[in-house]
């Protein structure tokens, strides 16, 4: 009976063992190792994330409350002031944000709308406890990035890494400074998106927010491939909604230099062709124009509502975002040729591109 037992014992541990020449199979990583991963990566970049406290006269007059507001608790007038203005989330709180040190030599660069408005000073905080006051050199309006000089050497850095490996659904995180200079936030998501606002910014779904806008985005190797960017009351997204920006690495450094002399790269014009409409391939593929707005380049050329729009420049458009890259490739005051599908047939338009 015990040889029989023996027996057994033995031959349910040779089935349950890896056969004869194979390897044991590879643990599933746990979420600690994952969380490991992420601790690691992040402190490449943690001591480059800076706090920026900045002073600044008052943006808009405090507006007149609702009848009857006095009666409503504090706690519900948030509410009631968002469903009045269902695109102002928030308005901007007075908190300091983040930024990211870029130099061993003081230089930082942050979002455009953390130092935008009337200001009275700049105080920008290291992890350490140091703090510096900051001077506003250049800013990019369309790209929301701004360059901020504090007076030190030897200060710790993030390397702006290449950015052509990244690809839809890679990890990456956000990092900022907290209210508490010495404590950091990060959130993790992936890249929801690429070349996003003109091809300078990538889509992430990490959640982003004032605290953390100007801050770092960084993979899963602990590189810093973007600026958090375009955190905005008045954006439709508005914080925390897992629709996130930031400027890639690389545009950055196009523009650094002009940063560094303190140049304001006005946000340009766009143009405007004055449509509204969807996409159909009903008889054929283009847009169908839903309305023609007036005094705009597609009113005084005679374009109207219900027709079809096929192409632009020769070129088929099968969809809005075709069309709205290709008016944007023309730029505005340039004449385009529109071929319009306005009953069985095709009408040729020459159209020069208004601006707004």
Known sequence: ??????TLFLLATYLSSPLLGQESPTPTPSLDDFTHVWRKASSKIIPAVVQIEVDR???????????????????????????????????????PTSGVLISADGY???????????????????????SFPGKLLGRDESKDLALVKIEATGLPFAKLAKTDHLKVGHFVAALGRSTDVKQHTMTRGVVSALDRNDGNQFQLSARTN???????????EGRLLGIVTLIHPKHNWGVNSGVGFAVYTPVLLKILPRLQKGEIIKRPRRPFLGISGEATDKPRKGIRIREV??????????????????????????DLQGLVTAIRRAGAGKKISITILRGDKEIPFQVVLGSR
């Open 210 to 220: 004032y605290g953390n806008s100007g801050g770092a985005v960084i993979d899963i």
């Open 57 to 95: 006269t008052a943006e808009e007059p405090e507006k007149k409350e609702p009848s009857g507001s006095k009666q409503i608790p504090d706690m519900f007038k948030q509410l009631f002031q968002r469903s009045k203005h269902p695109n102002r989330y928030k308005s901007r709180p007075i908190a």
């Open 1 to 6: 009976m015990l040889r029989l037992t023996l």
């Open 293 to 318: 707005h007036p005094n705009t380049a597609a009113a005084k050329a005679g374009i109207k509502k219900g027709d079809l729009l096929i192409k632009l420049n020769g070129n088929r458009i099968n």
């Open 108 to 130: 930082v660069i942050t979002s455009w709308f953390n130092v935008s408005g009337t200001l009275r000073s700049l105080t920008v905080r290291l992890s350490d406890g140091r």
